[in-house]
């Protein structure tokens, strides 16, 4: 493989530095080969973070049941600071974990510079079927999955049905992104917006999930070998859509995702919907209280009527670092969080699956569960996990990351924001876009053909 500059990420080196201390002596600069170890006697160590805060249950029920193996957690506290450590640790040629939890997105950054592990030697290739399309294709590279999926983010339409109702919008009526355009401009009438875009960075996974239901591959990765196309017919069609909601003052471009502003407008009522992955309702729950009873979920608008398309919106993921001497121990530590019972607590504290068996169970749908029934009286009493269920389990169109994904989602924010203000057209904004990525994948390294 050609050498790569690799330019590790510098912001939050303090924070992080505890983390790599912590892992320096534990684990060294290895290939994979001969470095598997002993699969049922290691110490190995495991960078990721703890949203549910289950990981002491998980790793304590995992040691009980694989007696020989200690599980060092260094809790790296998000996924940003994760990717951070592990571009540290891969600069340095030393430090980096066994195992490694990382965005979905993030995978392919360093399965294509050989900083991960082709997980297909453990036998993860043949533990495709078990999972739904969404996560399991974003982790692969050349064909063969350097990350496990530990949970997915299929993207469906939250909504709030007081604001549709005062507006006349049906939402079983929106079956296309033509129909949800038309209720876009009665919702507007009624002094709302249907949902907002500032074509910030943090629009940019939203976007990416879109682009991918309309078709459109605006890049993509073949080793050394990186296409940009900014202009393919999906691009045309999901560029042109949102044009037409910021001309006509349909989308509230003023507001970032996470936001403050953000959590007031889905508070008040002033936006009435997202489309977002299915792991969204924990964070409606607490970003918009005083509309309890107000929401409700529904499948996402197709670009073609009769279709049945979704797309992945965020997901994470387990591997295994190759600097790691204790591959062995550390897959079964994947299998046991991926595949096995750890998999199932996950799932239990407010981790949405991307395992089939856990989705189509009926524990997982129970509506007298006592998750389900805090969640379902928020949204009004609709069964939500059926209808994520149901969203997870749709077709996906393949799409890829790009190998520098944090500077493209950084720079997405730098290029695309000025068409949300009207300072340009999104078109253009794109075709800026590409020109940036492009560049940057030069001085990376690549062979980058942009498509004008």
């Known amino acids: 493989m050609r050498a790569r500059k690799f330019t590790p990420v510098l ?18 600069s290895s290939s994979s080969s001969g470095a598997q170890g002993d699969a049922d006697n290691a110490e190995i160590t495991f960078w990721g973070w703890d949203s549910g805060g289950s990981m002491s249950k998980l790793i304590a029920a995992f040691e009980k049941a694989n007696p020989g193996i200690t599980v060092k957690f260094s809790s790296t506290g998000n996924a940003e600071n994760t990717q951070t450590a592990l571009a540290n640790a891969v600069a340095a040629g030393k430090g980096a974990p066994d195992v490694v939890m990382l965005e979905d997105a993030t995978v392919m950054q360093f399965a294509v510079t050989g900083d991960l592990v082709d997980l297909k030697q453990y036998g993860a290739a043949d ?8 996560p399991w294709n974003m982790l692969q590279y050349n064909g063969d999955p350097y990350g496990m999926p530990i949970d997915s983010g299929p993207e469906v339409l939250f909504y709030n049905k007081a604001v549709f109702d005062k507006a006349g919008v049906n939402a079983d009526d929106i079956k296309t992104w033509d129909d949800y355009y038309e209720a876009a401009k009665k919702i507007r009438a009624t002094g709302s917006y249907i ?15 879109q682009a991918a239901q309309a078709g459109a591959k605006p890049w993509t990765v073949d080793g050394d070998n990186i296409t940009i196309d900014m202009n393919d017919e999906g691009m045309q069609k999901y560029t042109a859509f949102w044009q037409k ?17 953000w959590n007031r407008a889905l508070n008040d009522g002033t936006i009435a919907s997202l489309t977002i992955g299915a792991w969204m309702p924990v964070n409606l729950m607490s970003g918009a209280p005083d509309q309890s009873g107000n929401w409700r979920v529904m499948q996402l608008p197709q670009w073609t009527e009769g279709e049945d398309y979704t797309a992945e919106d965020g997901g994470s993921s387990l ?11 550390a897959y079964k530590f994947i299998e046991y969080m991926t595949l096995g019972d750890g ?29 389900n029934k805090t969640t379902n009286e928020y ?34 924010g730098d290029d695309i924001s000025p068409a949300y203000t009207g300072k340009e057209t999104l ?14 994948g030069t001085q990376e390294g690549y062979t980058v053909t942009n498509k004008d």
């Open 195 to 209: 949902t907002n875009n500032s074509g910030s960075s943090m629009d940019y996974q939203p976007f990416t999930a």
């Open 319 to 329: 591997a295994i670092s190759s600097q790691s001497t204790n591959q062995a121990a």
């Open 11 to 28: 912001a939050s080196l303090a924070a992080l530095a505890t983390v790599m201390s912590l892992t320096a002596c534990g684990s060294g």
């Open 379 to 412: 949204f009004g009493g609709q069964n939500v996990n059926k209808i994520l269920a149901e969203a997870a389990q749709r077709p996906v169109n393949t799409f890829q990351y790009l190998p520098y994904n944090s500077f493209a989602q950084t720079e997405y």
């Open 343 to 371: 998999a199932v607590t996950m799932s239990e504290t407010g981790t949405f699956p991307a395992l089939k068996s856990i989705l189509n169970s009926d524990s997982f749908v129970d509506p007298d569960s006592d998750a």
């Open 127 to 134: 533990e495709a079927d078990k999972f739904v399309s969404g």
């Open 427 to 440: 078109a253009d904004a794109f075709k800026t876009y590409g020109e940036k990525l492009a560049e940057h």
């Open 245 to 261: 909601l910021i001309d006509e003052d349909l989308v509230d471009t003023s507001i970032a995702n996470w936001s403050d502003d």
